[in-house]
């Protein structure tokens, strides 16, 4: 069982930047992978950045360059660093962690933060 805690979303300009965090507790110890994927309206779901637990990371391709994604493991804590911030970044932005079942039939189960709001204005 995990619980995530997000915070540092809000309002900015555009070329602004803001840093979310998200605070992992429960069964942190079997956490491999965190992402943070965001949703706009009328869009689906996707995938900004992820870091393993070795610290691989993976950026979309819109945020490269301008996002980091960074992990505290020491604090069970993942960031997101986001600079340059442009109007089409505004979204719900949502943590993720994933965490092995022992099955392999499912392999992980993800679990999901309730999501904070970024809105970049021009």
């Known amino acids: 069982q995990v619980q995530l805690v997000e915070s540092g979303g809000g309002l900015v300009q555009a070329g602004g930047s803001l840093r979310l965090s998200c605070a992992a507790s429960?069964?942190?110890?079997?956490?491999?992978?965190m992402g943070w994927y965001r949703q706009a309206p009328g869009k689906q779901r996707e995938l900004v950045a992820s870091i393993s637990s070795g610290g691989s990371t993976i950026y979309a391709d819109a945020v490269r360059g301008r996002f980091t994604v960074s992990r505290d493991n020491a604090k069970n804590t993942v960031y997101l660093q986001m600079n340059s911030l442009k109007p089409e970044d505004t979204a719900v932005y949502y943590c993720k962690a994933s965490l092995p079942t022992g099955s392999y039939v499912r392999p992980r189960y993800d679990y999901w933060g309730q999501g904070t709001q970024v809105t970049v204005s021009s």
């Open positions: 429960g069964s942190t110890f079997s956490i491999n992978a």
